[in-house]
């Protein structure tokens, strides 16, 4: 089992900022990558920013400059901060991992948490 577990959601006003932290569990053997993706109502899922094994970092262009994601030394948690906040921010932000779980032999795959929302309103 692999488990990501998301906290950090909840409702601020516009120009705010929130800080939301991902932290992984089980039987991982390898990660490759950790990210936040975001879905709001009627929309795809989309990546926010992930982090890759080595430290480079990948921003999707409406946040960038805004978020900021960040690893422990451990590297099996990650962080999202997020400063100034709009409406359009607000959605389920889901933790991703991309790696390989310790148990089988199967080759590596994402998982993901179970989100959490953030709101984004005056």
């Known amino acids: 089992q692999v488990q990501l577990v998301e906290s950090g959601g909840g409702v601020v006003q516009p120009g705010g900022s929130l800080r939301l932290s991902c932290a992984a569990s089980?039987?991982?053997?390898?990660?490759?990558?950790m990210g936040w993706y975001r879905q709001a109502p009627g929309n795809e899922r989309e990546l926010v920013a992930n982090v890759f094994t080595g430290g480079d970092t990948n921003y999707a262009h409406s946040v960038k400059g805004r978020f900021t994601i960040s690893r422990d030394n451990a590297e099996t948690t990650v962080h999202l901060q997020m400063n100034n906040l709009n409406p359009e921010d607000t959605a389920v932000y889901f933790c991703?991992?991309?790696?390989?779980?310790?148990?089988?032999?199967?080759?590596?795959?994402?998982?993901w948490g179970k989100g959490t929302l953030v709101t984004v309103s005056s």
């Open positions: 089980g039987s991982i053997a390898n990660i490759y990558s």
């Open positions: 991703n991992l991309f790696g390989r779980a310790l148990s089988t032999s199967r080759g590596p795959m994402d998982y």
